[in-house]
């Protein structure tokens, strides 16, 4: 077994994003777990928690807010052919935590970021060649 083939990823890609195409619109994804996500998640972690401990509705919705936060600064970096509500939007960080707040599109953006293949050197020197 080639090891860098199978796990090698490339750390720009992580951090810069891949494009995801999802129906006529794709998505600027970059990987969960990145030194930026994590540095964030952290800080917004370390802020609230005493709030976050006490483990009540407030709690999950403050938790929400913040992965809501840490996702469009982080993980959504961008988007071409995307409306919200019929109504075409632009990407931008606000615009990014406007759809983030759907909670299965969050869900479904994450599934993405933690998808190793997506980010694999192996995988992206194929695309570009292609």
Do not use: C
């Amino acid at each position: 077994m080639d090891i860098f083939a199978q796990y090698a990823t490339d750390d720009t890609a992580e951090k810069e994003g891949v494009w995801v195409p999802h129906g006529d619109a794709k998505f600027l994804i970059a990987r969960a777990g990145n030194r930026k996500y994590v540095k964030r998640l952290s800080e917004a972690y370390t802020e609230n928690e005493v709030l976050l401990d006490i483990k009540n509705e407030a709690a999950d919705a403050l938790s929400d807010k913040i992965m809501i936060d840490v996702i469009a600064n982080t993980i959504l970096l961008g988007w071409e052919n995307v409306s919200f509500n019929d109504t075409p939007m632009e990407y931008s960080e606000a615009n990014a935590k406007t759809i983030l707040a759907v909670k299965d599109f969050r869900k479904l953006v994450m599934k993405w970021s933690d998808d190793m293949a997506r980010f694999k050197v192996k995988q992206l020197e194929a695309t570009v060649k292609n």
